[in-house]
Nanobody, 122 residues
Framework: QVQLVESGGGLVQAGGSLRLSCAASGRAFSRYAAGWFRQAPGQEREFVAAITWSGGSTYYADSVKGRFTISRDNAKNTAYLQMNSLKPEDTAAYYC???????????????WGQGTQVTVSS
């Protein structure tokens, strides 16, 4: 089991930045790939970014490519999502996920955090 806790969400103006953190506990986080997903009201949860266990490979949704950066620090059991040039359409609850494999589908991740709200005002 891996327990995940997100933090760093908040209210920011369009064009601003936020950094989300995902703190992991339980089994060795370094053995798991990590992903970030988001869900706006009335919408399905969608993929944002993923990173392999080593941090050697990353993958992004087209909507955030060039603006968001996923990273991890296995010594701190933490994954991050740096979000720059935020837009109102980035407003959503952001969720951290982990599993031994990695992918872009919600179904590919067994472990989830509780989410942190990001609101971007225009």
């Amino acid at each position: 089991q891996v327990q995940l806790v997100e933090s760093g969400g908040g209210l920011v103006q369009a064009g601003g930045s936020l950094r989300l953190s995902c703190a992991a506990s339980g089994r060795a986080f370094s053995r798991y790939a990590a992903g970030w997903f988001r869900q706006a009201p009335g919408q399905e949860r969608e993929f944002v970014a993923a990173i392999t266990w080593s941090g050697g490979s990353t993958y992004y949704a087209d909507s955030v490519k060039g603006r968001f950066t996923i990273s991890r620090d296995n010594a701190k059991n933490t994954a991050y999502l740096q979000m720059n040039s935020l837009k109102p359409e980035d407003t959503a609850a952001y969720y951290c996920a982990a599993d031994t494999g990695w992918g872009t589908s919600v179904r590919e991740y067994r472990y989830w955090g509780q989410g942190t709200q990001v609101t971007v005002s225009s």
